[in-house]
């Protein structure tokens, strides 16, 4: 079977698989926006991590 | 390998996206996100636009999933009854095994995000309330107590509360008298119904109370939740959430309520068969009414208070 053909199961999926991909893409934005939000809130401070200030 | 299992079911018979999104109970979803919603703003603390939104979508994700799960324990009464018997799992769309693994990564996903873009209590708050309404609720209790309206109340009570805790970091009394609200009214509401709808839940096992108790027990139990919930109404007018437009709204429902669960009381089977239950359906209807408006009147209120208009 050619790897091009479409199978048949990607054809009859094609919805749930669109639905779910919109879904990742729509958890993507979410983090991004809200590490965003998060980092540009006033009380955000960067964790002091030893061994980061070259010391 | 094997790719047997790609034809395992029929094929005009396989789930599509919108068979998960229905597992999530979007009706259900509804109150759930106009409560919490309210809640949410309704708190004296401010919170970020894009915090809140994804607060209200994870409390609505939680609520969804605790649905989906629901629905994976409830696969055998659902399938009874003529109302529950098209969901996706008696259908034969989605398995009980998808269905309980979709339901238990949503809810992790739901309560560890909500956490981790609020606060811990508002995401323990929403593990619990998943917990109590399937484990408590829906594994426990539904099919041996017909008090299990009042049971399953309590779970669709919490996310004004939730919302609250998102953004305050805290319970309150406001906030506990908001889950009263909704925790109280829930049995009124389904008993109405109940009254004037033949259910079939009898088919499926679960004790209803008109069935246990009988129906004149059903309009004392009426009364009876109406009077404390009245009590309730009123007292949330005089926390931080309330104001004169709230206890403006909280006095004339009340007493319209209070009215109603008062003329139910009094009627027999006779009296509501001759009008086709005329008194229970105009209750049940104002019931509807009743919830949207006490927290329409606190979003009005929270929305006064933002903008510094004091009445």
Redesign the interface.
């Known amino acids: 079977m050619s790897l091009t053909k479409q199978h048949e199961?990607h054809a009859?999926?094609k919805?749930?698989n669109?639905?779910?991909a919109l879904v990742l893409v729509a958890f993507v934005a979410?983090i991004m926006?809200?590490t965003v939000?998060k980092v540009k809130?006033p009380g955000f401070q960067v964790p002091n991590v030893e061994g980061t200030n070259g010391n | 390998m094997s790719d047997a299992s790609f034809e395992s079911k029929p094929i005009e018979n396989e789930a599509q996206f919108g068979d998960f999104f229905a597992l999530l109970k979007p009706r259900v979803m509804t109150l759930v996100v106009f409560t919490a919603f309210v809640g949410l703003l309704a708190a004296p603390t401010a919170v970020h636009p894009f915090v809140g939104f994804c607060a209200i979508l994870f409390i609505a994700l939680g609520g969804g999933a605790s649905g989906a799960l629901n629905m994976w324990y409830d696969a055998d009464i659902d399938a009874v009854m003529k109302r529950t018997a098209k969901r996706p799992i008696p259908a034969g769309k989605v398995t009980r095994e998808e269905a309980f693994a979709f339901g238990l990564t949503l809810s992790v996903f739901a309560c560890v995000f909500l956490g981790l873009a609020t606060n811990w209590l508002a995401g323990g708050l929403l593990a619990f309330t998943i917990f109590f309404y399937v484990v408590i609720y829906t594994m426990w209790l539904k099919r041996s107590t017909p008090q299990n309206i009042v049971i399953g109340g309590a779970a669709g009570a919490f996310p004004p509360m939730i919302g609250w805790a998102a953004a305050t970091g805290e319970i309150s009394t406001a906030s506990v008298l908001m889950f009263c609200l909704t925790f109280m009214w829930t049995p009124p509401h389904f008993w109405a119904l109940a009254l004037f709808m033949r259910s079939d839940y009898d088919d499926a096992g679960v004790p209803m109370l008109t069935v246990t108790h009988g129906r004149p027990s059903t309009r004392r139990h009426i009364l009876g939740y109406t009077v404390l919930l009245a009590a309730l109404a009123i007292a949330l007018g005089f926390t931080q959430v309330g104001g004169w437009v709230y206890l403006s709204v909280a006095i004339v429902l009340n007493a319209l309520f209070l009215k109603g669960a008062f003329d139910i009381y009094r009627r027999d089977e006779d009296m509501s068969e001759a009008d086709n239950f005329a008194v229970e359906r105009k209750f049940f209807k104002l019931s509807l009414l009743y919830l949207f408006a006490h927290f329409g009147a606190i979003l009005i209120e929270a929305g006064l208070d933002k903008f510094g208009v004091a009445l």
């Open positions: 199961l009859r999926r919805g749930r669109t639905g779910l979410i926006g809200l939000v809130s």
